[in-house]
């Protein structure tokens, strides 16, 4: 009796192929892409940023809050009272930065001073939008491991994770970037005479002097 197994066993094979390729159009189609920023190029490259050339470093802010820029993300931001800010550190000494006390601050027009969202607020805001905070309130984060709100879907918690600036190190002549979110819920013109007042980077022992970027050259800007 003729063995037919090498036989089945070679139209098994284009069949499994076929599932599989099957799978993957499926779940490429289906399946949502993960949150990705477009490269971030050097500090001076962007409209708005303080070069420091004796200290051989630049930062540099870009506004997410125009429809266009803000079709990056899922998650409207700017409708739950966020402001998205990417934050740009370029690095063209030897050494590297240290960012473990960066300060970074939002200064409104009535001298206001924001801390960056963190992410349980972000999380809070996502879920209950309606338990908006009515005034700006500084925030001293809670130490230990927190949970985020059953209400926050994956996709989104997925995307504030990614997003958020880390303070890790800059390393020499790299460029680190990252998104803060600022809560100007109950801002009328958020943008008008504010300023973002960024200072605690070091390089070894010696502290930068301080960056300050007017928000002010954004009002009224032409969308990009």
């Not at 969202?117 to 972000?122: K, L, P, S």
């Not at 230990?144 to 190190?169: M, Q, Y």
């Not at 790299?174 to 998104?179: H, Q, R, W």
């Not at 301080?210 to 009002?219: N, R, T």
């Amino acid at each position: 009796m003729p063995d037919n197994r090498g036989v089945v066993r070679k139209q098994r094979i284009p069949l499994f192929l076929a599932i599989l390729a099957s799978a993957f159009a499926v779940l490429a189609f289906t399946g949502d892409k993960p949150f990705s920023p477009p490269p971030a190029a050097h500090a001076k490259t962007y409209p708005f940023f303080e070069a420091h050339d004796d200290e051989s470093v630049s930062i540099a802010i870009d506004l997410y809050d125009t429809p266009e820029k803000a079709a990056l993300f899922k998650v409207k931001y700017r409708e739950i009272g966020f402001i998205p800010i990417r934050l740009i550190i370029s690095n063209d000494s030897a050494n590297t930065l240290m960012l473990d006390s960066i300060k970074v601050e939002y200064v409104t027009g009535d001298r206001v001073k924001l801390q960056p969202a963190t992410q349980d607020d972000i999380f809070r805001r996502i879920a209950r939008p309606d338990k908006a905070a009515k005034q700006p309130t500084v925030r001293i984060p809670i130490p230990g491991p927190r949970k985020r709100p059953t209400a926050v879907n994956p996709e989104a918690a997925a995307e504030v994770d990614s997003a958020l600036f880390v303070p890790v190190p800059v390393t020499a002549h790299a460029t680190n970037s990252g998104f803060l979110f600022f809560d100007v819920l109950c801002i009328e013109n958020p943008k008008a005479g504010s300023h973002i007042y960024i200072s605690g980077i070091r390089a070894g022992t010696k502290e930068l002097f301080y960056f300050d970027i007017p928000l002010e050259k954004f009002v009224d800007q032409p969308a990009k």
